[in-house]
Each structure stands twice: as structure tokens, then as C-alpha cells.
């Protein structure tokens, strides 16, 4: 697996922050969530099957073992759970092996949320605790079908959206005790048609953002954009270490 840690330590050189490892369908690395819109998670998985023992292939544990190497950090958004708790696991033997705190190389998952129904796509609570653990972030992804999921089907404006966001914040916060876990993750140029109300593009982002603020007036700012920062940093520190700032 020579080249794969070739390749991530030029993606590093080059100043690539963070890597997805699994996405839409199965590409060898890790298995994924289903995650269209159109589909159950039971057709998806009928129609796209991967294999049931797998979570990282080879491929995928090398390119982590990478990652937290040269310091890019992990994307987990659209993991399986296999592929998540496979992820996890190997982090922290990685942890044990450098002698680092798990807060030294943190996780993210930059398009996700609660899983308040049965989209597998979204995070379990067990997930968001291993996030927070590691000082991570999760951005809440801008898609009515996984953000309403088990919250409502019809689509709303903004103000509905800024309720449904406020129901995801306060769940995180639950598990978490903590506001420093929470971002905004958008995905709005991604496969997610149709975006949550009131949020058809970028220049949406900045309406939302006073909303939040209104809404969280203590931790606003912290969610639209010193957690991710907070973490960013961290990630590019620790690749000035291994000598690729």
C-alpha cells in the first residue's frame, strides 16, 4: 500500500484538509449508507449490494492509516456503521501507537445529522459521542429528505428548516453536553435535490446564519464556523509536525 501513502501525503503537501472515504456506491474502500433520495435504504440495498463483513477494505485501512500519518483528516459521511466502528477502532490502536491524545486527530462527518428515523445514512448516538470524543465536528447536511427524516415530510420554508435544525442541535447537545461538536454542513453542491427550505444555494447560507443566530445567541458562531475551524487548525498543526505545513 506504498502508493496509497504516497498519495496522501502529496494530497497533504497540496493542503487537502479532509477525505471522504465512502460515498454514493460501493467503490472498494469503505462500504456506504444508502443515501438517494428516491430510495428506501432497503431498495438501495437491494438493488446495490455490498459485502455484509466488510467495513474498511484493505485499501481503506491503509489510506486511514495515512490520513492520521500525514494529518488529513476523516471524513466519515456516508459510512456504513461497519465501516464507521471499523474506522473508530483502528484510529484509537493508531492513537495507542503514537502515544496521541484522541483530541490530537479528530473526526468529522461534514454532512450528516441525528438519525431521528431509520435512514442509516444519518449518525447513531454512539457515533456522535466518539465525534465529540475526539473533539470533531459534525456539519448538518442541507437535505430535506435526510435532515426531515422521521421529522416531516412536507418541505417547508425557512423558518421550518431553522425549527427542524434546532431539533438536531438540541439532540447533539444532549449526547454531547457540548455546542462544540455542531457545524453547518451544507452539501448543497451534492446529489441532495431537494435542499431543506429556504436554503437553495450559498447565498441562502447567510439568511439561515441570522436565523441561528437569533436562535442560539450564545452558540451560533461557535456552529457556523470556529467549531470547524477549531478543528481545522488542529489538522494543519499536526501536519507541520510530521513536516508537510
Known amino acids: 500500500m506504498t502508493k496509497i501513502d504516497e498519495r496522501v501525503r502529496l494530497l497533504a503537501e497540496r493542503g487537502v484538509a479532509y477525505i471522504i472515504l465512502a460515498h454514493l456506491f460501493w467503490r472498494h474502500v469503505a462500504t456506504n449508507a444508502p443515501a438517494l433520495p428516491f430510495l428506501s435504504d432497503k431498495n438501495y440495498d437491494r438493488l446495490f449490494p455490498q459485502p455484509e463483513t466488510v467495513g474498511l477494505t484493505e485499501l481503506g485501512e491503509a489510506a486511514v492509516r495515512a490520513m492520521y500519518r500525514y494529518g488529513v483528516l476523516v471524513d466519515i459521511s456516508h459510512m456504513r456503521e461497519a465501516a464507521i466502528d471499523q474506522t473508530f477502532a483502528l484510529l ?6 503514537s502515544g496521541k491524545a484522541a483530541a490530537d486527530f479528530p473526526v468529522i462527518a461534514t454532512h450528516a445529522g441525528f438519525r431521528f428515523g431509520e435512514q442509516s445514512y444519518m449518525l447513531s448516538p454512539e457515533t456522535i459521542k466518539t465525534i465529540a470524543g475526539r473533539e470533531g465536528v459534525i456539519g448538518l447536511i442541507m437535505a430535506h429528505h435526510q435532515l426531515n427524516d422521521s421529522l416531516t415530510r412536507r418541505r417547508g420554508g425557512l423558518a421550518r428548516t431553522v425549527r427542524t435544525v434546532r431539533r438536531h442541535v438540541e439532540e447533539i447537545h444532549r449526547i454531547t453536553d457540548s455546542y462544540e461538536n455542531i457545524g453547518i ?8 435535490k431537494p435542499t431543506v427550505g429556504g436554503v ?22 461557535a456552529m457556523l464556523h470556529d467549531n470547524a475551524l477549531r478543528v481545522l487548525k488542529r489538522a494543519f498543526a499536526r501536519r507541520a509536525v510530521a513536516g508537510l505545513a
Open 185 to 192: 454542513g451544507s452539501d448543497l453542491d451534492g446529489f441532495i
Open 92 to 97: 484509537e490502536e493508531l492513537d495507542r501507537e
Open 200 to 221: 437553495e444555494n450559498a447565498d441562502d447560507l447567510a439568511k439561515l446564519a441570522e436565523r441561528l443566530r437569533t436562535e442560539f445567541p450564545g452558540q451560533a458562531e
